[in-house]
């Protein structure tokens, strides 16, 4: 059992000690990440399963991962698509267990994930309930699909061939990654981690080779360039 308070504290000691922004990526442990839940609503629904694999020295590190499966009250329609019933969660872990687990293995490393921000929300509303307002990740992160964004905008998609569909499957065969064990958090974790080791390949190339520079949000399509221009797509 962990104590979801001790947790916390030792977490944000170690979190005090964030990556600089002139890092190398090959220096950056990146922690990717995936959360399956009874639903989308992140004030109301719950998370079923934690998922997380490392990156480091631009490889997956598969000796540096993290799951857990949550005990849920019920079954909903999201059961239809991680396949994850309330029967299977019995002896699953408590929420505040699972929390404590999950920011012992975080420590400081950059998170990503795909669409990343209603992970993070599930995550941060759980802390919140069981450790007070304020209690939140506080890690550095990174949502593939931005990346994406920011590399084509910089044109770093040899003969213009950015990807068209930035779904987590229209990534995948973009860059011809078989989603085997797709909508589970350990493979859709594992999914993105692929996704990832290809764009930092690419940003590396195209003058993105440290963090601060990788971290950059993709420019605001709806906002015209310098010129007065309308950017592609609009």
Known sequence: MHSLTKA???????????????????HVRFVVLDCEATG?????HRIVSIGAVAVRECQIDLGDGFEALLRVRFNTAATLVHGITRTETRDGLAEPDALA????YLGNGVIVGHHIGYDLAMIDTALARHAGEGAALGNRRLDSADLTRRLAADGAFE??????????DGLCSHFGIVPYDRHTAPGDAFLTAQVLLRLLRIAARHGRGRLGALLEPP????KPRPDGTQRSGQ
Do not use: F, H, V
Not at 159 to 168: E, V
Not at 219 to 222: A, C, F, G, K, L
């Open 8 to 26: 916390l504290s030792d977490y944000r000691e170690r979190l005090a000690k964030a990556w600089a922004d002139d890092t190398p990526l090959a």
């Open 159 to 168: 003969r213009g061939a950015a990807p068209s569909d930035l779904s987590l």
């Open 40 to 44: 989308l609503d992140t004030r109301r």
């Open 101 to 104: 687990g999950l920011l012992e």
């Open 219 to 222: 420019p605001d399509p709806n």
